[in-house]
């Protein structure tokens, strides 16, 4: 039997160790400074749309939108030895990455963390890299964006035919931003 399995964090002893991050059954204590890794700082939590916000309010929210251009960076070489560069406000003027490299850069977090790496590159953005939190606020973004675009279809959806039968209360109730019929 080997050594038995540690149950309080030290960085020491997992980041730059040359440890394998453990994708399965990954140990709390594990999970818990992962967590800590990828929280969002509370100064940008705030341009995340709250989830208890109303429908009507999301839909009129300003957001930026999702790329749907290709990446063809990996997850894997995504992530930077060099410590971030870039200023955070580029996180409110630049689009939201790609979902299929969101979810490439979800992949690899965990070997490129225990490996060290410190920023995320993003290609998209000559010489940009950006602190690993990054990854939680797209991803958070990203569930945001894909909230409000399924609703902006029900709104449509009602505005066009909701106008005939009994739907058209609700289509102008909608419309005229009330959520109860009328």
């Given at each position: 039997m080997g050594d038995p399995l540690p149950t309080v964090w030290d960085e020491r002893a997992w980041i730059r160790a040359g440890k394998t991050y453990p994708s399965s059954d990954t140990?709390?204590?594990?999970?818990?400074?992962?967590?800590?890794?990828?929280?969002?700082?509370s100064a940008y939590i705030s341009n995340i749309p709250d989830k208890r916000l109303s429908i009507i309010d999301l839909l009129k929210c300003p957001l930026l939108?999702?790329?749907?251009?290709?990446?063809?960076?990996?997850?894997?070489?995504?992530?930077?030895?060099?410590?971030?560069?870039?200023?955070?406000?580029?996180l409110l003027m630049q689009p939201i990455p790609?979902?299929?490299?969101?979810?490439?850069?979800?992949?690899?977090?965990?070997?490129?963390?225990?490996?060290?790496?410190?920023?995320?590159?993003?290609?998209?953005?000559?010489?940009s890299r950006l602190p690993l939190w990054v990854l939680s606020y797209w991803k958070e973004m990203s569930r945001v964006l894909e909230q409000r675009a399924m609703w902006k279809k029900a709104e449509e959806w009602l505005l066009?035919?909701?106008?005939?039968?009994?739907?058209?209360?609700w289509a102008i109730a909608l419309h005229g931003r009330v959520l109860v019929p009328v």
């Open positions: 140990p709390a204590f594990i999970l818990t400074e992962r967590s800590k890794v990828l929280q969002i700082p939108p999702q790329a749907s251009v290709l990446i063809s960076q990996k997850g894997s070489s995504s992530y930077s030895d060099e410590i971030p560069n870039e200023n955070l406000a580029c790609p979902k299929s490299w969101l979810q490439a850069l979800e992949a690899a977090f965990g070997q490129a963390w225990f490996d060290g790496r410190r920023s995320i590159v993003d290609s998209r953005f000559k010489h066009r035919w909701g106008e005939s039968g009994d739907l058209g209360e």
